[in-house]
Structure formats: structure tokens, C-alpha cells
């Protein structure tokens, strides 16, 4: 997709649509006051008729309307003007792109200065525009042999604001391309099927886009080397597979050489039957997102490729398969992890902790600033949180307050939960240093506090995504979180 800012008065703007916001009751947006006023009142009359009455997410078109330059007029209801927040404005793009994605209409043009969000600025509502205008260009084709049609638009453009520069908008429109299209790859990797997305694969795919990218380096570990560094933690959830588990190294170079770095680190479970504590059949399937922590450190690096990020920042993916074979970890083996440390495996289903734990163990050794772990960890985060919030647990305070800050501003919310000690004994084994599950009760903290134990040294932020990290029924599909709120907090930081 193409974007640009287009100046003009709104009849006289050449496209195969303009869209403009009508305000609850029925009241005009400025622009939508010019363009009823150059075209014989066809605006207020379709309000007069009621059949627009300005409620969120409401839509009118109107073709051919005289004195228009535009081919047709996408009247877009807005809600209340002063009520008009950020997320009132994400919910107006989307319900454009949405009948837009239907029309054989090559470009949009946004016609919106007057709208002013209470809670953001011009810049933000120009970035949300292209992100979610990427967003939903984006379906699943990749394993169905019928293409879907590709979406006709080829160009979007945005009406100038006053008080704020063209080369501002402009690049503000870069970054949402960016991270929408950092979205969409995580989508991608999350939807394809366990039998293609194989951490073999995951790790491939990460190469590759190591190689389009300049300031973009990897190393994977295969599990020799894994058994080297002494990562008995994540070797035994990939022993019961024929899938070799792969460690993915993947560094973000935009800084000097000696300036410490982010991390990130990403759940990767291509595909979890639970292991020898299998999983009940019923939506099983489901557990092929159990890698989405993964394709979010894998967009995520790439999207802070893009935008050219003058940081170092390092991704770490441990990605392994979690299956019951001959080889299986049993529950009761004890496992030694990389920190030395001794893990009672009670329950093989509780696998992303495992893989984890050694991942963060590894990543000590670039000494990083901070580090945060995204997975699909607990059903109890669904049990929780349902399907809008990361939940949250972090060892310091600056770091939590930071992460849900960024969750706010890019709409990828995050809630935090408590980390407090009263809940370490839950874990506690009487045959090695630390249980793997803490009893059926707070089993997102208890997940959390199993992280802590290996994470003392750092400056450690864990997002659970389970409930964030895909929508199941008619619309199954991963949805990309939490890209946008990683690359927002990798945004603010400083080399
Ligand atoms: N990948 C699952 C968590 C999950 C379950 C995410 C359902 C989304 C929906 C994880 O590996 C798991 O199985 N966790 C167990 C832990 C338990 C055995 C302590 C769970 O949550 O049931
Ligand atoms: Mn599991
Ligand atoms: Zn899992």
C-alpha cells in the first residue's frame, strides 16, 4: 500500500473514495459540511432521512454525488465529537477498511483534520491510519488452494493538520506501515499449521529475514549445542519430538558495539499436546498458536529493523515441539536447567516455563538493560483476562509501569498481576530446587514466580498472551499482539 498526505478541499480531491466522520445526532464533521455544501446537500439529506445517525461504527455510502470530485462518499459514523479518543478513532479506520475491503476502489482519501483525538495527537491518529490500514489488507491464504482476491486498494491518503509538519505525518505514517505490516507477520507465522511452522522453520524464517534486513544478525543453536550450555530445561520438552528444538539468536545492531542491549524473549511451542499430561482432544488445534510469543520477538525485530531503531536489541526464541513420544519427559523426571538450578517436572504440560527458563538463563549473557518474556503460558490468563489484556508480572516497578504505559498508547493493553513472594512456596518440590506448577489456584502467578526464580539478576518483565494472542470460532486467527506495544517500549528507549 501507498500513502500520502493530500492537501485540498474535500470535493475537489480526485479518488474512488473519500471518507469523512459524521458526529452522533447526526452532525457534520467540517469536512463533511463542505462536501454537502458542493454537492446539493446529499450529505444532511441522507441525515435528514435518518439513514445516518453518526453512532460509532456506522457506514453510508453515497456514488456519483454531484460536485464531487471523489467517486463515491463513505459517510462514517464517529460518536460523540468530544468523546473522540484513541480508541474511537482505531475503531473508525477499521470500520472504514472494513466495507472498503469490499469495493473495487483503487484509492482512499481521508478527509479527517477536523477530528481531534482527546487523548492523542495528530501524529498518532496519522500512524494508527496505515497500521490499521495493513491490518486489514491482511487474510490467511497460505494453505488454501482458492486465492482470495486481493484487496483493490493500492493508495490511502490523509487530509494535512494544521500545527503539525507534512514530513511529521509522513513519517508517522511510515512507522504504522511498519508495524502493521510487523503485525501481519506474526499473524502469519501464528496461523500456519504445526506441520509447516516447525521450529526448524521458525528459525529459517528468521535468517531470512535477517538477510533482508541490515542491522539484523542470527545465530541458532541447534540442541547439541543446547546440551552444551547445559539447557536440560528446554532439551526435555523437545524429547518426546521428532522436531529438533532450535534456540533463534536474533540482534537488532543500531547502536555502538559495547552499548548494552534490550531483550526479548519469545515463547516458541509450535505445537503442545501437553506432552505425557496430555491435552483433552476438544480445540486442540488451537495449541498451534502456542508459538505466538515467538512470531511477536520475530516481527518485532523486524519491525525495529525498519524503523531504524538506534538501540542494540537482542530476540531469543526458544522454540521446540511439545509431543508424548517413547522419549517423552515423564512427570516426576527431574531436569537440571542452565542456571544449575533443579526443575521436578510435575506436569509436562506446563512446557513454556521450561523452554523459557533456559532461554532467560542464556540471554544473561549479553547483560541486557531489560528483558521481557512474551508467552502463551497459562489458561488461567484466559480464565483471567478473556481476550483483551496481556496480563502482566514483573520483578520492577519502572519497567511495569513502562510496559503498560506503551500498552495504552499503541492499544495493546496490558494489566499487571502481583509477583509477591507469599506466593513462591507454591512451587516449592520436595525432590529438586523448584516444582514446575503450583497447585490449580493463581496459575498465571504461579507460572510467573517459576520465571522469577531464574530472572533474579535482571530487570525482568513477563507478558502472558494467552488470551491476547489469538481469537478462537468463526474469526480463529492469531491477531499479531503484542507487537505493537514491543515495538512502542523499544521506541522510547536510549543506547
Ligand atoms: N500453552 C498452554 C497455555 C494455554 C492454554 C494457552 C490454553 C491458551 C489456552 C500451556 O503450555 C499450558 O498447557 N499451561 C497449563 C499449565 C498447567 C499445567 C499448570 C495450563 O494453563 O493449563
Ligand atoms: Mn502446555
Ligand atoms: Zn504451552
Redesign the pocket.
Known sequence: MKYSIKAGSPEKIVSDCIIVAIWDKGRLSEEAKVLDSASRKSVSKLVQSGDITGKLGETRFIYNAVGIAAKRILLVGAGDKKSLSSTTISKFFSTAFKVCRKLEAKSLHFSISSCEAKDKDKKWIASRLSQEAEMAGYTYTTTKSQTMKPWAAKSISLSPSTGIQRKILDSAVKRGQAIGKAINRARELGNLPGNVCTPTYLAQQSVSLAKSNRSLSTQILSEKQMARLGMGSLLSVAAGSAEEAKLIVIHHNGAKTDSRPYAIVGKG?TF?T?GI?LKPGGGMDE?KF?MCGAASVIATMGCIAELRLPINVVGVVAAAENMPGSKATKPGDVVKSMSGKTIEIL?T????RLVLCDALTFVEKFKPRTVIDIA?????A?ATFGSHVNALLSNNNELAASILECGQHSLDRAWQLPLWDDYQSLINSNFADVAN?GGPRA?TITAACFLSRFTEKQKWAHLDI?GSAWNSGAQKGATGRPVSLLVEYLSRQKA
Open positions: 511451542i503442545d501437553g499430561s495449541m502456542d506436569n504440560d506446563a512446557e513454556g502463551t503460558l497459562t489458561g488461567a484466559v506448577i496459575g494467552a
